[in-house]
């Protein structure tokens, strides 16, 4: 009778928690069409410098958030693929050629992007994970990537630094490109 | 025999819900409000606006909020419907604002928002426990009065541009979180 009775396994007590949290981290970077927009973004904002450096990784999560919330909710938003992709081919090209436009183009610009990306997210949350944690880590994971940019993006005050960037633009360009070709067929 | 037997092999009810240190319902307490992000985040996050706000409402929020939030878990005792886990994200999301945008508030609404988020958080805080009792409650509101003299007083002294804008970026990411939570809340309820 023991036998058949199931008790609780507690060998992972707080797995469910874990794997939400871990799960949240590793969402972000589990596409590179996420990761070259994200990083984009940093290195834009470091390109821009003060107050651009900061107010775009400060727009990108909270716009983001806005598309995972409509992502969750079940709100379609049409084209979200071709978004993306068109997220790294226009980074990728304001990072290449170094375009300062205002201050509010540049938010509004990645702010577009950001909700693509959060909707992508959103939708593709996977049931049954710790809500809290998932969100935190999710959230975590985008904002490293932007850090990740900024720090990579201090480079500019050198010369080589700034050809650098630019190249690494072009490269972000050339690989959203790849991704709008996939996304178009 | 064997039915006695069987009947002490049984599984147990887990108690998930409140953490038990053995050191009695304060120290309990104390745990579980410390291993509770819900509760954690939206106080570390108001805590550190009331550092950027200066002492005056530094000290404002410090000594009302967590009698408001003591109140606020009474208040739920004695009230029997449950609070939805939407109050706790939606505090997280309206706390992360505040702080991101840097929000600049006279003394009396500083009050206000003290109390209202004291209160609201401590209803949740009930909500989220299984019957822990006031010593635990009581413990749980001394660490969460221990975490904003803490991290109010590590804001507070900060003047580097750079500081403040991280301080505030963290807002950002905690709006972002009280947000995708109240998704979560609405896809539960859909």
Known sequence: ?185 | MLLAVNLLLAALPASAHLVSTGLGPVYDGVSHFTLTPEQILPIVTLALLAGLRGPAHARRVLFLLPPAWLAGYLAAIASSPALPPLVPASALLLAGVLLATDAKFSPTVAVGVAVAFGLALGAAYETSTDNGGLLSAMGACACLFVLLALLSAVSLPLRAHAAIIAVRVSGSWTAALGLLMVGWWVRGHA
């Not at chain 1, 226009?90 to 693509?116: H, I, K, M, Q, S």
């Not at chain 1, 050809?163 to 178009?184: D, E, I, N, P, Q």
């Open chain 1, 1 to 185: 009778m023991s036998l058949v009775q199931p008790t609780i396994a507690e060998a992972h007590i707080l797995g469910g928690e874990a794997v939400g949290f871990m799960s949240g981290i590793k969402h972000p970077v589990s596409g590179w069409d996420h990761i070259i927009a994200m990083v984009s973004v940093g290195l834009w904002g470091a390109q821009l410098s003060m107050p651009a450096t900061w107010l775009l990784p400060l727009t990108f999560p909270l716009v983001m958030a806005v598309g995972g919330f409509l992502g969750i909710i079940g709100v379609p938003l049409p084209g979200t693929e071709i978004g993306i992709a068109l997220s790294g081919v226009l980074l990728g090209t304001v990072v290449l050629f170094e375009w300062r436009p205002p201050l509010y183009w540049a938010a509004a610009l990645v702010g577009v992007f950001g909700l693509y990306h959060g909707h992508a997210h959103g939708a593709e949350l996977p049931p049954g994970e710790d809500a809290l944690l998932y969100s935190l880590g999710f959230v975590i994971g985008t904002g490293a990537l932007h850090l990740t940019g900024i720090g990579i993006g201090l480079i500019h005050r050198w010369l080589w630094g700034r050809r650098l960037l630019r190249l690494a633009g072009g490269c972000v360009c050339a690989m959203g490109l790849s991704y709008l070709w996939t996304g178009l067929r």
